[in-house]
């Protein structure tokens, strides 16, 4: 059904999780693997004051780096499986917006990428990178959860049951 799937990276342990999902589902639907690293925009007018320039400077040459870093775990994931894989790294201060171009401009037909565990008041404030690509790719999106991050949201409800309880 899917021939060609983007699996955009952070280089979290999270996204190197999801890059073996993503590999071990490739390889059984017989698709290839373009991996993407969004690499951060070098130039303080798009943060302002919010970031010293000698810190976005730090910051913006080692995104190269990290990128090879990045993306060589996903090469190497897809060497072993037998998928074929592009590797893209694009620079972009809006990485959701970068998932999406690069998987219309690379006719990707699925694109396979983890939601992190992060709820509440920082999701609210920082956003999701997922969420946006839901909402604006044409595309198909696979939102990948790992058991464990499930298993700690169960464990944290029936602890504030509990708790619920104890107080009625």
């Known amino acids: 059904m899917f021939q060609h799937i983007l699996l955009p990276t952070d280089g979290s342990q999270l996204s190197r999780e999801t890059a073996e999902r993503a590999v071990a589902f490739a390889k059984a639907a017989n698709a290839s693997v373009t991996a993407l690293y969004a690499r951060p925009v070098g130039n303080a007018d798009n943060y302002g004051d919010l970031v010293e320039p000698a810190v976005l400077e730090r910051l913006v040459s080692g995104s190269e780096g990290k990128s090879k870093e990045y993306l060589g775990f996903v090469k190497k994931l897809c060497k072993e499986a037998g998928v074929e894989c592009t590797a893209l790294s694009v620079v972009s201060d809006t990485p959701w917006e970068a ?20 709820g509440g008041l920082s999701s609210l404030l920082l956003g999701s990178e997922t969420y946006r690509v839901l909402t604006h790719s ?29 107080k009625a």
């Open 99 to 118: 998932i999406v171009n690069v998987a219309e401009d690379n006719n990707c037909d699925l694109i396979f990428m983890s939601k992190h565990g992060r």
């Open 138 to 166: 044409s595309i198909p999106v696979l939102v990948y959860r790992p058991p464990e991050v499930d298993a700690s949201r169960r464990k944290a409800k029936e602890k504030a049951r509990d708790k619920d309880r104890k």
